[in-house]
């Protein structure tokens, strides 16, 4: 149950009085209130009602985190963020894979995903396995994606109906996998040092093909494991709304008369070491440092939707987009994931060029959206066209120029 302070502090936000909300949710930290120090922690790293103060809001997340698992989530995105000025993505490795070594389920499914991602199936399945055994749906169904639901599995028949109960998009996909009935291997040690070791290296990106040279337009196939892919997919669902754009007129968000399909963008206190692990690989496809993300969004079109040719640099002479380069820098290279292909329609094409990228499910592309000397590259114009049957899941990324 929410205390009167955080109710208070909500109605407050709610109304528009956001740097009263802080405050209060400030006083109501200083008292124990752990939910509330978690809301102010929020607050804080999105510049609710106040300044941005990333330090702060590590520094609370810190203190709470034994009490509330999502400020643990949170707290491991603002270590491997640096947020305390001190760590970075080896600290977050090491803090997640003690809670793992300890027993912690959610450590554990986390650590088998990121194995996955650098190619430790070994690793993954001696993890994933126990848990999935336990009733944790997202390890179930990266065993189900790896056919590895074989030899009986008792935990199959229970996983398959909840998927089919919330009507899950992959749910029929996902059993048929599972239909591979290859077994688990037995309980098996687990390394947790040399595992740790692997997971701290960055993962292999498959070798790229050129598309379109003029904009660095590359292509990546398998980039990404289909299973790390459905995490991904599976933890946006819920949060998934139809595309808005802000009408700089009002400053209000509207639909976006260019975009079909629904959308959200994973906020910080989101993510998980797997959407940070799957952004920083993203960043590698486009040859860019982490540090200039902004953050992954998921796409979702189903039949009939589409996305409108388009660029995705900000104008310079446009009055939003110079302000938000000045805030921010610019877009200068975009990065996509298949996450899952359609199976009808739904490239990416690459207008100029009459160049199309339809990559199936764990595939990649990046592309410049700016030439070297930092000029916008209107070359750079896309599209994604309409799917026609199925349905098609996409992680974009854009990345910044600083």
Request: charged content about 20%.
């Amino acid at each position: 149950m929410r205390s009167p302070a955080l109710q208070q502090a909500e109605a407050a936000f709610q109304s528009g009085r956001a740097g009263e909300a802080r405050n209060i949710l400030r006083e109501a930290a200083s008292t124990g209130d752990a939910a509330a120090a978690y809301s102010l922690a929020v607050a804080l790293a999105y510049g609710q009602g106040g300044e941005i103060d990333l330090p702060a809001s590590a520094s609370l997340l810190a203190e709470i985190r034994d009490r509330l698992p999502a400020a643990r989530m949170f707290h491991r995105f603002a270590l491997a963020q640096g947020w305390d000025g001190i760590s970075g993505w080896e600290a977050a490795l090491a803090d997640l894979m003690n809670a793992a070594r300890a027993g912690d389920p959610t450590a554990q499914r986390e650590a088998g995903l990121l194995a996955l991602l650098c190619r430790r199936e070994d690793a993954a399945l001696a993890l994933l396995g126990p848990i999935a055994a336990k009733g944790d749906m997202p390890a179930a169904m990266a065993l189900m994606r790896l056919g590895r639901a074989g030899g009986g599995q008792p935990w199959l028949t229970s996983a398959t109906a909840k998927l089919k109960r919330a009507r899950h998009p992959l749910a029929e996909e996902l059993a048929a996998c599972a239909e591979a009935e290859k077994p688990l291997p037995g309980p098996a040690m687990i390394d947790w040092d040399a595992l740790a070791i692997d997971l701290t290296e960055e993962p292999p990106l498959p070798g790229a093909r050129t598309l379109v040279e003029e904009i660095s337009a590359m292509a990546f196939p398998g980039a990404l494991p289909p299973a790390v892919g459905d995490h991904v997919l599976t933890s946006g669902l819920k949060a998934l709304q139809p595309s808005t754009i802000v009408d700089e007129t009002t400053g209000q968000r509207t639909r976006d008369p260019h975009r079909q399909s629904l959308s959200m963008t994973f906020a910080p206190h989101l993510q998980d070491l797997v959407h940070v692990a799957v952004e920083r690989l993203m960043a590698r496809m486009a040859d860019c440092p982490a540090s200039h993300t902004e953050r992954l969004n998921l796409l979702f079109y189903r039949p009939g939707e589409q996305y409108r040719p388009h660029v995705d640099y900000f104008a310079p002479d446009d009055g939003g987009g110079a302000r938000e380069i000045e805030r921010a820098g610019q877009r200068v290279a975009t990065s996509l994931i298949c996450l899952h292909a359609a199976t009808g329609g739904g490239a990416t094409r690459f207008v100029r060029f009459a160049t199309d990228w339809n990559g199936a499910s764990g595939d990649g592309l990046s592309f410049r959206n700016v030439r070297p000397n930092g000029d916008i590259e209107p070359l750079s114009l896309h599209q994604g066209e309409k799917v026609t049957n199925g349905w098609k899941a996409l992680a974009s990324l854009w990345i910044r120029d600083r």
